[in-house]
């Protein structure tokens, strides 16, 4: 059975709505069905396993699932977390050992991971793969080394992890790093939102990916042409520039009964800008075409006409700040139309109502 859920991340042990066991008493007060909490050691530093027991009976008496993440992947940014290496005692890869064997005790077999991380610098620097201490081939290579290193772990405990569509990393470099260490390890976590950062088309990336999508991320994408060439906004599902019924189904006809997870955002929209004149940017993108910079354009210019007749935000909207309470309302609007979505697809339409559904607007703030 397919559940709607929620992305959830901590600070200090704490999310917006608490500890880790308010977190899941919030979460299922929200009518949602499972969380994704990004990393293990967020809610569990030194992975005490009678706190963790405690977590997992909570969700499991809330009917709740449990995806769990672990550290990061590529060698080039792991000192960016210090506690994976900690519990290792020194050793990143021992930490990482530690945390897929725990998620293992408790049933968390598909995890999240990430090739990379948002860094606020500007222009192309905003993520790993525009580094200048490492090509991206070299962190490529690196990352698909230690992937093999954690292999032999995730084999015996039966544990996969799960590389997210991340704002970094394109499908066609997913899909060699599964080639090369095995899909029985390695598979997707979608993050629809950030296929066009690196100039995919959304339903493109999605077909290419979607028989090793295990765990998603859901938000959509709201994109605008400006002087750099194009910029990313995220929007909540629906509101955006993504086709969620074609979307669904290449999905769901690959895993019927994955979580859809959706990761909400708060006071920003998270603008990334795709510099597609900077010949650096284009460059780094061997797998982009031309036909795919055209009709991310044409996303932009259908959004853009959306908007001329007040069905979507401005560019102003778009970058305006907004309220704390902004997180929990993206969130409830994600679920709301991920949830009007699936039902659409197990009611057999009539000729008259697929008129209508398609006669249905996005709909407004």
């Excluded at 977590?55 to 993440?69: N, S």
């Excluded at 899909?175 to 090369?180: G, N």
């Excluded at 920003?268 to 795919?292: C, F, N, S």
């Amino acid at each position: 059975m397919t559940r709607v859920g929620t992305d959830v991340k901590f600070t200090d042990g704490r999310s917006g709505w608490g500890d880790p066991l308010q977190t899941l008493r919030a979460v299922a007060a929200m009518g949602l069905e499972g969380v994704n909490v990004r990393t293990l050691d967020e809610i569990a530093p030194t992975l005490d396993p009678g706190f963790l027991r405690d977590f997992a009976q909570l969700a499991d008496e809330l009917d709740l699932y449990v995806e769990m993440g672990v550290g990061k992947v590529n060698p080039y940014m792991t000192a960016e977390l210090p506690r994976v290496r900690d519990l290792g005692e020194g050793s990143y890869l021992a930490g990482m050992e530690r945390m897929i064997r725990t998620c293992a005790e408790f049933g968390w077999t598909e995890t999240w991971t990430a090739v990379g991380g948002y860094k606020p610098y500007p222009g192309i620097f905003f993520t790993d793969r525009f580094r200048t201490d490492a090509d991206w081939a070299d962190q490529l290579a690196a990352t698909e080394r230690f992937l093999q290193r954690l292999a032999p772990v995730l084999r015996e405990t039966g544990v996969r992890l799960n590389l997210e569509t991340h704002e970094e990393i394109t499908t066609f470099e997913l899909l060699r790093l599964i080639d090369a260490v095995g899909e029985d390890v390695l598979g997707v976590c979608l993050d629809p939102a950030n296929l066009a950062v690196r100039a995919e088309v959304p339903l493109e990336g999605i077909a290419r990916i979607a028989p090793h999508v295990r765990t998603t991320q859901l938000r959509d994408a709201a994109l605008w042409r400006t002087e750099e060439g194009l910029s990313r906004f995220i929007a909540p599902c629906g509101e955006g520039v993504i086709d969620w019924d074609a979307a669904l189904d290449l999905v769901l006809a690959e895993n019927p009964s994955i979580n859809l997870t959706i990761e909400p955002i708060g006071v920003v929209r998270a603008e990334m800008k795709l510099h597609v004149a900077d010949p650096t940017w284009r460059a780094g993108h061997p797998d982009l075409t031309d036909e795919a910079l055209q009709s991310l354009d044409a996303l932009a210019v259908a959004y853009e006409a959306r908007v001329a007749a007040g069905d979507a935000e401005s560019l102003a909207q778009l970058r305006a700040l907004r309220p704390d309470s902004e997180l929990e309302r993206f969130l409830l609007r994600c679920a709301a139309h991920l949830r009007a979505t699936l039902a659409a697809r197990t009611t057999p339409a009539t000729p008259a109502a697929a008129a209508h559904s398609a006669a249905v607007p996005v709909p407004t703030r």
